[in-house]
């Protein structure tokens, strides 16, 4: 992750200039605290903490991205401010935040961090069938080898919650990280602690996760060990075990009969039932010992053939999703695939061997342009669209009908053209060349007005975040790796910060959100993901099946799978309809939408197809009032 070249004057690890924060914090406090911590360029609140703010920073010394963890004089007195540092500083685990620095403002104390982009397993509890039951439990198998750690070390974390374990990304899966020790307790201080002291009784944590002995002051393993198997629970359901008022609840830690539903596998309701004993003394001795037998449940045929499903387990393993009334308008067959399937401005652009064809409106014939080779890609622009050939650019107006040559390269391209139609950029192994369009002359191209060398192990996808930002996208596919990489360079072609997401995103799409990519993992299941670059944050919406390809539309995006079903999710990325469309899809395009109205009702969806003596291109008619209602 190399940002040591960055400046505030471009965008930082996907963070651009003259963006707004998603936080309250205002631009003005964000200034403020900039200028009190000058090693950092602060760039967005991104949480709300018990004892203060979150922000993401930039550290300007190495690039990183970081926390900044807020630690009010007021709201955390210095001694338990000691101990969380001391604890941060003392545990060194993968499945523990890192403590990376301490800063302090007249105002407050700020521990600086590891940033997750992932934010918070809360988050994934709420979204509907987020993980599988074997993610649900690599994920507390990594909680407890974090736990298990801290306890090695002599720190009982007493706030074990969802709220306190944060997510990255790696491999394509999600990676539970245990954060949050504002008040561990270490087993000398316990050791000498009176019961009933105030402070003690501060340390219960989340009455709804905590022991029944921590309300006496009590603390040891076994609360922590408690606090899992309610969060096992709850992961496993979807519910607490005990809920309530704050009294009510300590009555419930305390009294109440545990009941695990049947619904719960055997092997994991014996786990939940001896995690979730009264007495510390009838819990697992250790978090590791929780971990093996959790190993071992999901060993056992009837835990295994339940991996996939989705949780939690009390609700139906299917979702169903609404079907959108819809009706097939058309189909064009074509003699070879399509190659490239666009719109803009209510026009359709569809390649296909050596020609392009530009629909207006459905019911008019397309007209048919042809080209001396193989188009490999267009950009469609307001009057016209530009065409490549693999190493041959040309011009096409609408009103001519008729290619401009501009381009000739040695070597293949890809091509991008920022938002105000005023620059194409031009990719090639080892350069990118930036040409501005306002001094195009009639002959085409001579020489680029900026370029920069870029790495040459691959030709990248290139696109324009804005008017002045290019991302260049490549991959890492050497074992173990599998990274998608990003890479931000300003139209005069200065590289000025870089980006890597933990896993292989293909294909990837910029949406309609500012600064917001989506994209498509294989490993370890199916998933589209969404990807915002400022502040960097990600989501994760598991799919039943692969999708082949992926479109923005009005309103969200749409995939389709092999089998052609089409599925619509909205910009929170949630799955909102489905319609079946054709077997074999190759690309979509949502042509002949030049309104206002968003999303416009009827939506035209075009679709690509592969069939066995070439292609065809389909236009479906969809009620867009229904996807987003």
């Not at 399509?338 to 629909?359: E, K, M």
Request: net charge positive; with cysteine.
């Amino acid at each position: 992750m190399d940002r040591t070249n960055q400046s505030d004057e471009g965008p930082n690890r996907g963070y651009l200039k003259g963006s707004r924060p998603s936080g309250p914090a205002t631009p003005k406090e964000l200034r403020q605290l900039q200028k009190q911590l000058p090693k950092y360029r602060v760039l967005a609140l991104v949480g709300q903490g018990q004892f203060g703010k979150v922000f993401c920073a930039i550290e300007r010394k190495t690039g990183q991205l970081v926390a900044l963890k807020e630690l009010t004089h007021l709201r955390l007195p210095t001694h338990k401010f000691l101990r969380e540092l001391l604890s941060l500083l003392t545990l060194q685990h993968p499945h523990i935040v890192t403590c990376r620095a301490l800063e302090q403002t007249p105002a407050a104390r700020y521990v600086v961090m590891d940033y997750c982009e992932g934010a918070t397993l809360r988050e994934l509890l709420e979204a509907k069938a987020a993980l599988s039951l074997g993610e649900g439990m690599e994920l507390i198998l990594g909680i407890l080898a974090g736990l298990e750690c801290a306890h090695d070390a002599g720190i009982i974390h007493c706030d074990i919650k969802p709220e306190n374990i944060l997510l990255n990304v790696k491999k394509g899966a999600w990676f539970a990280r245990l954060s949050d020790f504002g008040i561990a307790r270490r087993f000398g201080e316990l050791q000498g602690s009176r019961r009933g002291e105030s402070d003690e009784m501060e340390a219960v944590g989340a009455t709804a996760y905590a022991a029944p002995e921590g309300f006496y002051g009590l603390y040891s393993r076994g609360a922590d060990i408690y606090s899992m198997g309610i969060l096992l629970f709850e992961l496993l359901l979807g519910y607490r075990p005990f809920t309530g008022k704050p009294g009510d609840l300590m009555w419930a830690h305390l009294n109440q009969r545990l009941q695990v539903p049947e619904q719960v596998p055997l092997p994991l309701r014996l786990i939940l039932e001896k995690a979730l004993e009264k007495l510390p003394a009838r819990r697992y001795p250790s978090a590791a010992q929780m971990a093996q037998q959790i190993k071992a449940a999901m060993n056992e045929p009837g835990v295994r053939l339940l991996s996939d499903r989705p949780l939690p387990l009390n609700e139906s393993p299917m979702p169903t999703m609404p079907e959108c009334p819809s009706r097939q308008q058309s189909r064009i067959p074509l003699s070879v695939p399509t190659t490239a399937l666009v719109s803009q401005d209510g026009y359709l652009y569809i390649a296909h061997g050596n020609q392009v064809r530009l629909w207006h409106q459905l019911a008019l014939p397309p007209k048919v342009v042809d080209f001396p080779d193989r188009v490999t890609e267009v950009l469609p622009v307001t009057g016209g669209c530009w065409v490549s050939t693999g190493r041959r650019l040309y011009w096409l107006a609408i009103a001519k009908g008729q290619p401009q040559h501009q381009l000739t390269s040695d070597r293949e391209f890809r091509m991008a053209i920022d938002p105000d139609y005023r620059w194409l950029a031009i990719a090639l192994p080892g350069t990118l060349k930036f040409y501005s369009l306002a001094t195009l002359s009639p002959t085409g191209f001579k020489s680029p007005d900026h370029h920069c060398p870029i790495p040459d192990d691959e030709l990248p996808r290139i696109l324009f975040l804005d008017s002045k930002h290019l991302l260049a996208i490549r991959y890492d596919s050497t074992p173990n790796q599998g990274r998608t990489l990003f890479e931000v360079y300003t139209r005069r072609g200065t590289r000025v910060g870089s980006e890597s997401f933990q896993g292989i995103l293909d294909p990837v799409i910029l949406t309609e959100q500012p600064y917001t990519l989506a994209g498509i993992t294989r490993h370890p299941r199916p998933a589209l993901w969404q990807i915002q670059l400022w502040p960097l944050r990600v989501r994760r919406l598991p799919l039943a099946t692969l999708p082949v390809c992926l479109s923005a539309v009005p309103g969200g995006g749409v995939t389709a799978d092999e089998n052609g079903q089409i599925v619509w999710f909205n910009h929170d990325l949630e799955p909102v309809a489905a319609i079946q469309g054709p077997g074999s899809p190759i690309a979509l395009a949502a042509p002949f939408n030049s309104g206002t109205q968003m999303p416009p009702s009827p939506l035209n969806l075009a679709i690509a197809t592969r069939t066995e003596v070439g292609g065809a291109i389909h236009f479906f008619q969809i009620d867009g009032r229904k996807l987003y209602e």
